[in-house]
């Protein structure tokens, strides 16, 4: 393989710190809102009723999951085109610019309507942007290292997740700490969204230091060579040879993002509601879950490697099917400190297991012309679906203690549909 020999070590680790920091910082964004979900309720979105309020908020965060498509559709296509590098600068900054940018926002209090009106409109520029990181985050890491690492590479990426849950959970305990009680009201949480601004340094970091994908560039360089128009990107993945692959990929991402947003993204609010746990000591049990859910992917990746993506997929599954959903019910009726740890860590562990191979399933289901928009989209559109899962299952509770209940019903039906996908996809290993 070209990029076994050609790529020299400094490439390798500057690609894969891109790679794993660029989606953690972005995704480390979208948890800000997770974390302080009943704080921002109150205030953007008033209601009587807890469970409602609380229901817009998660609505509010599926928005901005759900134009994410738009986003990877869009730099996807540039990536493709115009290289991955360039679309991860772009891309890294904007969320940082955007996610700084909902710390400025006033109240319903103070403004009235305009209030939500403008902070769904900014996590909708959000999730355009976040849409587009997937392009160049998913892409240049897998194409730049050796083949026999790809699984791992596919599960350090994903589990940037549990970076940016960990760095979120950081912020969460240090902000509540300097603003405790109705500070946060009225300070903390703007503080939240204005470390967003991390994103912003890190995009001028890459803009010195990032080597462009080699695969892609050999690619580059074989179009100049034939001197054939190229069709475009976005084009030939939605024609006949490539839509039915799009449909299966969105079918297995959709079963494993339901998974990863109903328990490392739902943990934060079910630890605060149902355990009636305080937003600082909730903040110190997520960073062990977000430690565990970052070795998790790693280590399941690397199976993948082993023994196969598809194989991995059913295994996951399964195991998932019978244990997540007794853990959480036994979560929901305990209240000492270091089970709810355990706990935390066990339901973390396998909700990130899920997803740890699907970023290099989708690399080896498409071609290096389309790769970067076939796996954005393939994976924008499904956790644009899994991102839904949290508001059903918040809006469909009418008190606080349905929810375990309700979760548990929707995680069962995710997962039986992950296992589903998973049936009829083909082995993809050493198809890149």
Same mark, same amino acid.
């Given at each position: ?21 660029g ?31 609380l ?10 999951v ?32 955007a ?7 006033p ?22 942007f976040?849409?587009?990181v997937?392009?160049?985050t ?16 596919? %599960? ?39 470390s ?53 990929n ?15 993204g ?6 605060e ?9 909730? %903040?110190? *049990?997520?960073?062990?879950g ?46 000492t ?21 699907v970023l ?14 076939g796996?954005?989209?393939?994976w924008?559109? =499904? ?12 809006a469909?509770?009418?008190?606080l ?11 069962? =039906? ?5 296992? *589903? ?12």
């Amino acid at each position: 393989m070209a990029n076994e020999t050609s790529v020299n070590n400094r490439q390798v680790i500057v690609a894969t710190i891109a790679s794993v920091l660029g989606w953690s910082l972005d995704l480390f964004d979208l948890f800000l809102i997770l974390y302080v979900a009943p704080t921002v309720g109150s205030l953007f979105f008033p209601s009587k009723i807890q469970t409602l309020s609380l229901a817009s908020v998660f609505a509010a965060f599926a928005i901005s999951v759900l134009v994410r498509p738009l986003g990877s559709a869009f730099f996807g296509n540039y990536a493709d085109k115009w290289g991955r590098k360039r679309a991860m600068i772009i891309t890294v900054t904007g969320v940082g610019v955007a996610t700084s940018l909902l710390g400025t926002l006033p109240t319903f209090n103070r403004v009235g309507l305009l209030a939500p009106i403008l902070f769904l409109l900014i996590r909708v520029l959000q999730g355009i942007f976040v849409g587009g990181v997937t392009a160049s985050t998913h892409t240049i890491g897998t194409e730049t290292v050796a083949p026999r690492w790809r699984g791992l590479m596919s %599960g350090l990426i994903s589990g940037g997740a549990s970076i940016g849950s960990l760095v979120a959970s950081i912020v969460l305990f240090i902000v509540t700490s300097i603003f405790p009680g109705e500070a946060f009201k009225v300070w903390g949480w703007r503080f939240m969204f204005f470390s967003g601004l991390l994103c912003v340094v890190f995009g001028i970091i890459l803009y010195k230091t990032l080597e462009e994908s080699p695969i892609w560039l050999q690619m580059k360089e074989r179009e100049q060579l034939n001197k054939k128009p190229v069709a475009t990107p976005l084009k030939t993945l939605l024609s006949k040879a490539y839509a039915p692959i799009l449909l299966i990929n969105i079918i297995i991402v959709a079963g494993a993002a339901s998974q990863y947003y109903l328990t490392s993204g739902y943990l934060p609010s079910f630890l605060e509601l149902v355990n009636q746990v305080s937003r600082s000591t909730v %903040g110190k *049990i997520m960073i062990s879950g977000s430690i565990v859910a970052f070795i998790s992917p790693v280590l399941v990746g690397h199976l993948s490697e082993m023994i196969g993506r598809k194989k991995t997929f059913l295994l996951t599954g399964i195991i998932n099917l019978f244990i997540v959903p007794v853990i959480y019910l036994q979560l929901s009726q305990i209240h000492t400190y270091s089970i709810m740890v355990l706990f935390t860590i066990i339901i973390s562990f396998l909700g990130n297991a899920a997803y740890a191979p699907v970023l290099i399933f989708l690399n080896e289901r498409f071609p290096t012309e389309i790769r970067a928009s076939g796996t954005a989209l393939s994976w924008n559109i =499904g956790f644009a679906i899994g991102g839904l899962m949290p508001t059903f299952v918040t809006a469909l509770s009418p008190t606080l203690k349905y929810i375990p209940t309700r979760l548990i019903a929707f995680l069962i =039906g995710v997962t039986i549909l992950f296992l *589903i996908g998973s049936l009829v996809s083909p082995e993809t290993k050493g198809r890149f």
